[in-house]
């Protein structure tokens, strides 16, 4: 809290603020709770929402609702616990999925899967072998013991994230539209319930120390301020909380994560009749010698806040002692617009609760681009020297195959149970994850987590939709209709023009490809000062696609297993190589621009994979994204455990591994290639044939370098496994 920041508080008060109302004040106008930096631009969202009728709870909530139909509502979020997670790798990760898990359940829904997209630097970086064990141990950890899959994600490696990881986690949730609760506290004289794990010293400060934390080496120093958790515990309260919702018990209910009691109390006030008179002694405590400060931002994990009518208080109890979830009343709703509290005897806390909740400081920072963006764009792939011939075209597949960001991740994605409640249709290395909703209809849901770095550095504004466009692509490969966005934004400090300025541009660009593509941003995350000393990371918004999957018995995944079957290309290619993976990994290269976005095509070509799936034209498909048509090939072969005989359109360096969007190939089935040529002209999607599935190599030929057509190389499967799958074992044990 700044001095001007200090004064206001005065002024509201009209009086010194004793130390509790201080704390309150301090982590509620937190950037991590206030968005006081980013409220100005997030507003967006709304301003240029899509009309649909789909959308049952929007922003504002702890996550978002949608209609899926059938009767069936989803919610789902994703947040980051990127500052923890450096300083506690195990804790700062665990908890991150415990504390998105809670968001889902605060909204009465079940939650049934958790997702996590992660970056780190260097793979072979000292600070990447000690934080990247610990992140996947604890994601893993926490989720399989809760007992919720983990359907996807991605883990990325670059320079940048060095002394500064994100673990950014998603949850999905299912209920139906009547069980929707919302963090509200109505009606004077209800009583406002504690209930979960005891409140401990653990995270004090947590969302105004480590979410505006840049790190050094004195950064080991913040580990009291990493949350504890307990999965068994929050595995408990799940169940409580869904017996809670079953028997209509409570009115309104909140989860306690950043700014725990503080955050808790002043927002159920401030949503409901305004007013709420909380005893701080009655607050079950893990060590008793916490000062009642302490208590306000103590984030210990596993605690939710529910408002329960008083006639309804006992049989709350009742629930709470059969599932052994200690439950205390702390206090009860008042209609005086003020936020009481007590401590031993004397009134601590008076203030007007909307102020702390709703009412923080917004801030218009100073934006304009990084003075280096220019020279960026200006030094493009086109100075660096391609390979020329089959044998160097055959060495930059492996290459990449085997580079860190395009390796495979079964080391990490191993530690997760993917499989867990026997709803998981898809999981990782898929497309998307797809979950089954409704057993007898078949009804589902997709999900995909996506982002690009290195793009939204070249170009925020475009960065940000290209991301958006790789989720809405993998979601729509499963068969599955795109509905609705959340996105956690990932930038460093927002005191630093050029920062600011990336930010705006990518809430602009995310923004006006939701509403172009009619879905609407329904929740999420803003991670800001994410850097090391001054500077900092690639921006990196990562963004969520929710689809609906009318029937997932007929979902198509990635893998090639039907020998004999056609192989075609949809979507344009172009010489499109800045931010490349190829530029990345051989040359160490970033500069240019990214991709052209095309969301007209992204939208055309979803239509396409939905239709021709729905009418079971397709045996395989595969979004073309990061590495280019070279790395979807030995993605969908070594999935599949066949292999293909390709022949190249064009230049085979750039058909290879160009990666412009709007693009997937497809297997055919025998007879379903007119079809699918018919559905492609109708919507206007580029489609050509390039090969055919089977045997054990990935066999291509093309263009030489006199222009005629020949073999240029081919790789035996089993050297493509080998290349695919020993990187990251090597550097993670």
């Known amino acids: 809290m700044n001095d001007e920041e200090y004064q206001r508080v005065r002024h509201i008060l009209g009086r010194r603020p004793t130390s509790a109302e201080l704390a309150i004040y301090s982590v509620m106008w937190s950037e991590h709770c206030s968005y006081k930096s980013s409220k100005v631009h997030l507003r967006q969202f709304g301003d240029k929402a899509p009309k649909t009728d789909k959308l049952l709870v929007g922003m504002g909530e702890n ?76 994601v893993g950890g926490y989720g399989n013991s809760l007992g919720l899959p983990n359907i996807g994600g991605e883990t990325v ?29 109505p009606g004077p004289g209800n009583q406002v319930i504690l209930f979960g794990a005891l409140t401990g010293p653990d995270g004090i400060g947590g969302a105004s120390v480590l979410a505006s934390a840049t790190f050094d080496e004195e950064s080991h120093a913040k580990r009291p301020s990493v949350q504890v958790g307990d ?11 869904l017996e809670l919702f079953r028997e209509d018990l409570v009115v309104g209910i909140q989860d306690l994560g950043a700014a725990g009691v503080s955050c808790a109390t002043t927002e159920l006030a401030a949503a409901g009749t305004g007013g709420m008179h909380v005893d701080l002694d009655a607050v079950p405590l893990r060590d008793a010698t916490l000062r009642p400060e302490e208590i306000l931002m103590s984030e210990s994990q596993e605690r939710m806040m529910a408002v329960v009518s008083p006639d309804k208080v006992d049989r709350f109890m009742e629930i709470c002692a059969r599932w052994e979830i200690p439950a205390t009343v702390i206090g009860q709703v008042t209609d005086t617009r003020r936020l009481v509290m007590t401590w031993r005897g004397e009134t601590i806390v008076d203030i007007p609760p909307v102020t702390a909740a709703d009412e923080g400081p917004v801030y218009e920072r100073p934006l ?53 409640l026997g709803n998981t249709v898809l999981a990782m290395p898929e497309n998307a994850g797809l979950v089954r909703i409704d057993d007898e209809s ?20 475009a960065g940000a939709q290209l991301a958006l466009s790789e989720a809405y692509r993998n979601v729509a490969a499963t068969g599955a209709r795109p509905l609705a966005v959340t996105n ?23 923004a006006d490809a939701c509403q172009y593509l009619g879905i609407p941003v329904t929740g999420g995350n803003v991670s800001f000062y994410n850097q090391t000393g001054t500077t900092p990371i690639n921006p990196t918004p990562v963004i969520g696609v929710l689809g609906v999957h009318d029937d997932v018995r007929r979902r198509v995944n990635m893998a090639l297993t039907s020998d004999g079957a056609t192989i075609a290309l949809l ?139 020949q073999e240029l190389f081919t790789i035996p499967l089993v050297e493509l496994r080998e290349a695919n799958e020993r990187m990251l074992p090597s550097y993670a044990n």
């Open 63 to 138: 996550a978002g609702v949608v209609d899926i139909g059938q009767g069936w509502a989803v919610t789902f979020k994703v947040e980051s616990h990127n500052h923890p997670s450096y300083v506690e790798p195990y804790q700062g990760a665990a908890t991150g999925v415990g504390g998105i898990v809670r968001d889902i359940m605060s909204m009465g829904a079940r939650p049934i899967a958790v997702m996590d997209s992660l970056r780190f630097g260097p793979a072979d970086a000292p600070d990447t072998q000690r934080v990247l064990p610990g992140v996947v141990a604890g």
């Open 157 to 185: 490696f670059d320079a940048c994230y060095e002394g500064n990881p994100l673990v950014n986690a998603l949850c999905v949730g299912v209920m139906k539209h009547e069980d929707i609760k919302r963090a509200v506290a």
């Open 231 to 241: 999965p068994f515990m929050e595995k408990l309260l799940i169940e409580c909380c």
């Open 368 to 420: 304009e681009p990084p003075k280096d963006l220019g020279a960026l764009q200006s030094d493009t792939p086109g100075r660096l020297t391609r390979p020329s011939n089959g044998d160097e075209l055959r060495r930059t597949v492996l290459w990449l195959a085997g580079s860190p960001n395009l390796a495979s991740k079964t080391w990490v994605t191993s530690q997760y149970d993917r499989y867990v």
């Open 442 to 461: 078949g009804l589902g849901i997709a999900l995909s987590l996506d982002g690009n770095g290195r793009y939204t550095r070249l170009d925020p504004y």
């Open 488 to 510: 956690c934004l990932n930038f460093g400090s927002p005191e630093d023009p050029g920062v600011m300025w990336q930010f705006a541009r990518a809430v602009e660009g995310l």
């Open 571 to 709: 979507g344009e290619t172009r010489e499109e190589f800045g931010g490349s993976e190829w530029a990345h990994v051989v040359y160490g290269h970033l500069g240019g621009l990214p991709p052209l976005v095309d969301l007209k095509a992204e939208a055309a070509l979803a239509s396409v994979m939905v239709t021709a799936i729905r009418e079971g034209l397709l045996t395989a498909v595969h979004d073309l994204s990061d590495g280019g048509l070279s790395q979807t090939l030995v993605e969908a072969c070594l999935r599949g455990g066949l292999g293909a005989r390709i022949s190249l359109p064009g230049d085979p360096f750039v058909t290879l591994f160009s990666e412009s969007v709007a693009r997937a190939m497809v297997a055919v089935r025998p007879g379903g290639e007119a079809r699918l040529a018919a559905l492609c002209e109708s919507a206007g999607v580029p489609v050509s044939q390039i090969g055919v599935v089977g045997g054990d190599s990935l066999n291509v030929s093309g263009r030489g370098p006199d222009g005629d057509q």
